[in-house]
């Protein structure tokens, strides 16, 4: 079953302006996890943020989270050409030891 | 360096040929697990294993076998390959299942 679920599918933006994508999910969780993956390799690990937590920074990245609304967003400031990939959430549901991950967001960075 | 490793990275197989993709870790990590990777449909997770000896299915577990005999390595099983396993395979650690977790490069899989 596919926990989370990101949103859009699929972004082109300009180098320089921001990027948001949003990730929703089903059940309570203990913590939220973006990845980023680089055409075809292995996923990267960006932030992590636990169910206690609402926003979380890292650089350029800025991870919020609503656990009543089951949604967490990522925003990439000031873009560059070496951002575009795809991302991913994924969540670790309470009681549970799997790790559910979303279909993914391809963000692709316009020169 | 800490990393994952998969062997092999590229294969090419025939259908019912059993086959084994391994994982190691050199991080002392407890959980480890496999995903797979199919377009539209974002990783899904296969097997994961807590510690050794202790195995549990993820998503998608049908057709694959999985063992965790020492801590660094967990191999993943296909005792007869089918068609619709051809896909992209990763294999990822770490500490626990609830933190971040390191991925090997993948393992490109297609069964004909």
């Known amino acids: 079953s596919q926990q989370g679920e990101e949103d859009p599918q699929a972004l082109s933006i300009q180098e320089g302006e921001n990027a948001t994508m949003n990730c929703s999910y089903k059940t309570s969780i203990n913590n939220l996890q973006w990845y980023r993956q680089n055409s075809g390799r292995g996923l990267v690990h960006l932030i992590l943020?636990?169910?206690?937590?609402r926003e979380k920074h890292s650089g350029r990245l800025r991870v919020t989270l609503d656990t009543s609304k089951k949604s967490s967003s990522l925003l990439i400031t000031a873009s560059r050409a070496a951002d575009t990939a795809s991302y991913f959430c994924a969540t670790a549901p309470n009681r549970d030891d799997k790790i559910i991950f979303g279909k993914g967001t391809r963000l692709h960075i316009l020169p | 360096e800490a990393q994952v490793t998969q062997n092999p990275r590229y294969l090419i197989t025939v259908t019912g040929k059993k086959l084994t993709v391994t994982c190691s870790q050199n991080?002392?990590?407890?959980?480890m697990s496999w995903y797979r990777q199919d377009p539209g449909l974002g990783l899904r997770q296969i097997y994961y294993?807590?510690?050794?000896?202790?195995?549990d299915k993820g998503d998608v577990p049908e057709g694959y076998k999985v063992s965790r005999k020492e801590k660094r390595n967990f191999p993943l099983i296909l005792e007869s390959p089918s068609p619709n396993q051809t896909s992209l395979y990763f294999c990822a650690s770490s500490l626990a299942g609830i933190h971040e977790q390191y991925f090997g490069p993948g393992t490109r899989l297609t069964v004909t």
């Open positions: 294993s807590m510690n050794v000896e202790v195995t």
């Open positions: 943020i636990r169910s206690n937590e």
């Open positions: 991080m002392n990590h407890e959980y």
